[in-house]
């Protein structure tokens, strides 16, 4: 038996009546009230209701439900650290599913009672209403590409046969559940262009399930492959079939997330479990492989991923028998990207000896470090990417955080500056050496994108397809500042509002940040941000350290031990809004997802009385345990480390949010929002955080946990979801910063 903590102690088996029931004084009463007092340690009125301003009912009062505190206990180093609420991570006990459910039941309908909340829904239904492109890719002559014609819930995959052409549609996931949960989530035209593989993932997980489609009629062949993620797969220039990274497989038929894949051959016409194992790693317990060929044919390019600062790259020559694996880039010394082939010449990013990365030549038959050749060298600005198209190598470059490109020949001459609209994201840029056509989109923060041939050749651009959202942008502006942070880092940051905004600190700001994974914050346009703009609050995203946008220093300086310099600079743009007259303290909201629902829980545990509102979605939140939900996770201990190691779990220690909440502390109002579905970020961070926030909070800010179900972490998530979502969010905001109803909005 473990004890069961309350007001006193006493001992119980963990039983779900138990667990809801046994803190608030008996079996009849699952939910108990907030022991509340106001700012400052006044008594909130109890007449009324706090989530909404209304009067308060029986039915409105706000009250969290219970939860359980369960002595649990590990040692670190030496150090005792309690987890009360470890219970939580059992995502499929009847305890947990019931604990979601009262949740929910008390931040839903506060959310949906709040003035604004129909307004933005509206709102986001329309703007989400607007055909849209992504960047096509080329195979056999054919152009494959995602579209959405405004009113679908997820993009549909079309194919033509010339740019011209509208397209047909191969694959509607659409039509597949009523909701539209089943989301594609890649797909990879054969050579030949006659046969797509696809993926679907169900519900929101990172699992997919690859089927193979014919292009001439859209009939899909007997040919499934369970117990893959992430790493998408690569044709055989013939044709004849794919080479994939699986997982093993669990009794139950899952793949198993504990383990790691290995790279097969699925032959077309074969069943699965006759696919040919080609390489498996068996010399170290956390890599993992990806296969890709070359575009001739001749090699199969393995990369072994550990991290996101070094990896390793074998080779397999596919012209000899045997299918022999041998090393070519085994020293772990730095990241290598492979971007393309011609013949035995082998191309990579990397950062070996580039911080800022370079692109460089390996001979397949001649690898040694001293016979690799610079093909793009290294810049004073971060080389974020790389293509090889067209017998030309396409380098897209990070400036002061948005994007510029450059087109250099493969013997390292710069031919030109691609040309771009503004100064904004870029993405795209795929093909094959022998194709001098290839395609890439714009975006910034108030252009909604812009999808552009280029002809590699000629170095032109232009325009292919353009959306066009349903309402002007002509009333904001998008600035860029630099501040400086704790330890005197200039940092820039992009701040969008409206032409007329006063700087005089009664701006109602939403600041957005990231911080990690060597991911680099540049302009993009998001229909939720546009609805926020038009209800009248401004909008900040600041690039911290941990990201690319300076390169690998800038991204290790964000790592490891360094990781609080992340938050240092989050809470110094914070600061800097607040200084400058932008906005100040009780109206400035702050948002972040996943890395960035860390950067929240962080900033609002260190500084609650900085904020006006917080919304953590899907974070990492326990920093001690996030390893032990699944092999993917552990690999994100490049950039946070292990609670194993005496320095790291110091610094982990130092900042966990779950760890860093404090009783007796007025937090601000806080929406945490997470999907019961999400394997990539397991839920349970999120639980255990707002468990922990609601037991501390001593003043009447609320603290709500809204939980989807049938969602993952946020990739192939319906556009009828994301509103919900984004309603919920900005309602929230729109409450507690004080914000008017916009004109036209009806109160519920």
Known sequence: MEKLQCYGSVTLGLCVACLLAACAGGPLSPLAPIPGAGPGGKPMPTSTDIATGLPATPSTQLVYPVTARVNVADEYNGAKVEDPYRWLENLDSQATRDWVTAQNKVSQPRLEAITHRAWVKQRLTQLWNYERFEVPVKEGGRYFFLHNDGRQNQSALLVADSLDSPGRVLFDPNSIREDATVALSDFRPSPQGDVVAYALSDGGTDWQIWRFRRVQDGIDSADTLHFTKFWGVSWARDGSGVYYSRYPALPNGKGDDAGRPAVYFHKLGEPQDSDRLIYAVADHPTRVPSARVTEDGRYLVITLFDGYERNGVSLVDLRQPGMKVTPLLSAWDAHYTFIGANGDHLYFLTTQDAPLR??????????????????????????????????????????????????????????????????????????????????????????????????????????????????????????????????????????????????????????????????????????????????GGAYAEANLRGGGEYGEAWHRAGTLENKQHVFDDFIAASEYLIREHYTRQQKLGIHGRSNGGLLVGAALTQRPDLYGAALPAVGVLDMLRYHTASANARQWSSDYGLSEDAEQFKALYSYSPYHNVKKGTCYPPTLITTADHDDRVVPWHSYKFAAALQAAQICGNPILIRVETRAGHGAGKPVWMQIEDFADQWAFLAKWLGMPLPAGGVAP
């Not at 001293?370 to 810049?379: K, Q």
């Not at 001459?413 to 870029?426: A, C, E, N, T, Y």
């Not at 923060?445 to 066009?468: C, E, G, I, M, S």
Request: charged share 20%.
């Open 358 to 535: 370079r692109v460089i030549e390996v001979n397949a038959q001649m690898p040694a470090p001293s016979a690799w050749r610079t093909l793009v060298p290294e810049d004073a600005t971060a080389l974020e990417e790389a293509s090889y198209v067209g017998g030309r190598i396409v380098a897209k470059y990070v400036y002061d955080a948005h994007s510029v490109a450059k087109l250099y020949q493969v013997d390292g001459r710069l031919i030109g500056q691609v040309p771009l609209p503004g100064m904004g994201r870029v993405e795209g840029f795929s093909g094959e050496g022998r194709e001098t056509e290839t395609f890439f989109s714009y975006t910034d923060y108030l252009t909604p994108p812009q999808v552009y041939r280029f002809d590699v050749t000629a170095n032109h651009a232009t325009l292919w397809r353009k959306a066009a959202v349903p309402a002007s942008t002509n009333a904001y502006v998008t600035e860029q500042v630099f501040f400086q942070s704790k330890d005197g880092t200039r940092v820039p940051m992009f701040i969008t509002h409206r032409h007329d905004m006063v700087r005089d600190g009664s701006q109602p700001f939403l600041l957005y940040g990231y911080g990690g994974f060597n991911v680099s914050l540049t302009p993009v346009f998001r229909p939720s941000v546009l609805a926020w703009l038009e209800m």
